[in-house]
């Protein structure tokens, strides 16, 4: 059983009691659990270390208000730092531009970016009454193209097609060509991943970025990679001028350490989870939500 961190800290809360004032020394053996909360919840290890030195300097030298124990002062301090580095608000996609508003899907084959494809096809189409095309530049597997292609057609959205003989740049200047004649208001361009980084998917990505400009880079990383997640976050994010991360299969992953390395590195708000392989399985990103799943 997960233990919170709250928990966990109130064997060395108790031999803070009665003091005025947090110190490096009175904290250590906190910190410590707080470092260890931390790797169990899965946040990857340079960013633990980078939490835990912020929470140091936040909390060394901060008086302990009466109301609160000096235990209670500490996971204060770790609640609003966690909260700083997350965000506190939702943050919505931005497709305040002449139409089409082309929305780039970046990440690793088996992240879940065909399926984010289709799941935010259906939340443009239905919440945000968008008239939405969708394409794929993943020349390499046409089993992708032709998943997508099902997609459309269950959450009822236009699919442009495309084949293994095209460039990608080529196939996405087409779409948003016929996207712009059909009126469409947003096309969501699903692109080709890899098992792992490599050099040649970083620069077709890239490539095509600049060849169409979109107003979304969203980066799709799947939540049960755990430390992985963050080494390729940090390549997607040196690559691409990222706007945002969708975190999929957060259904299975209860610890929400991703979430933290993921927003971290990147510096970019968490949009949306996946929370099922369904169309309807995405849900808006509440970041004030993981510091308490973490600390109670
Ligand atoms: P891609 O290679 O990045 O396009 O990944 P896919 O969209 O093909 O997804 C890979 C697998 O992850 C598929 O079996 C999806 O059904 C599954 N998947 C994607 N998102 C989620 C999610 O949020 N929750 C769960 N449980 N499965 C997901």
Sequence with gaps: ??????????????????????SEDNIRESLREVRIALLEADVALPVVQALIERIKVRAVG???????????????????ELTTVMGAQTSEL???????AVILMAGLQGAGKTTT???LAKHLKERRKKKVMVVSADVYRPAAIEQLQTLAKQVDVIFFPSDLTQEPEAIVRAAIADARKSFVDVLIVDTAGRTSIDEAMMAEIKALHGAVDPVETLFVVDSMTGQDAAVTAKH???????????????????RGGAALSVRYITGRPIKFIGVSEKPDGLDVFH??????????
Excluded at 94 to 100: G, I
Excluded at 236 to 254: E, I, N, Q, R, W
């Design 62 to 80: 901060q008086e302990v208000l009466k109301s609160l124990t000096p235990g209670q002062a500490l996971i204060k301090v770790v609640r609003d």
């Design 1 to 22: 059983m997960f233990e919170s961190l709250t928990q966990r800290l109130s064997g060395t809360i108790e031999r803070l009691r009665g003091r005025g004032r947090l």
């Design 236 to 254: 997607f994010s040196d690559a691409l001028p990222l706007t945002g991360v969708v975190l999929t299969k957060t259904d299975g992953d209860a």
């Design 94 to 100: 931005n497709l305040n531009v002449p139409s089409p």
């Design 117 to 119: 494809v289709g799941k």
């Design 287 to 296: 970041p004030d939500r993981i510091a308490s799943r973490i600390l109670d």
